[in-house]
């Protein structure tokens, strides 16, 4: 198994750790449906907040943030999309917000991290 994978659990777990001092409250972690995957979906305040976590061992292929392509950002959509459907099924939908939290890690410990805020709409 890759350092990458191995990090995984350990990098949403502290993921969360980031959100919950901002003050999120947690709704779902790694929610799973037709349309995809979200990896932690948490209220900031009065804000629905899509959070997509990604880390990196090693910068020499770009940051962790510079990996939320394009086609992730569309898979990460739809299934906030379907999310919020199978959620609040025809009443108002709330604002939401997609934001992206990178990790740096070093022999298996996270270094350095970060939020970005309405990383993508």
């Known amino acids: 198994m890759s350092d990458l994978k191995k990090l995984g ?6 993921a969360w750790s980031l959100l919950e001092k901002r003050g999120d409250t947690l709704l779902v972690r790694n929610f799973t449906c037709p349309q995809g995957e ?3 979906v948490t209220w900031h305040e009065r804000t629905l907040v899509f959070t997509e976590v990604r880390a990196r061992t090693r910068l ?5 943030a510079e990996t939320v ?6 898979k990460v ?6 999310f919020c459907v199978q959620t609040f099924k025809g009443k ?3 604002d939401c917000r997609f934001d992206v939290i990178w990790l ?6 996270i270094v350095d991290s970060g939020i970005i805020e309405g990383a993508f709409f």
């Open 38 to 40: 979200l990896d932690l």
């Open 60 to 64: 020499g292929f770009g940051s962790p």
């Open 104 to 109: 740096q890690a070093h022999e298996g410990k």
């Open 92 to 94: 108002p939908l709330p």
């Open 77 to 82: 959509k739809r299934a906030a999309n379907w």
């Open 9 to 14: 659990p350990q990098g949403e777990t502290f």
């Open 69 to 74: 392509t394009r086609a992730k950002q569309t």
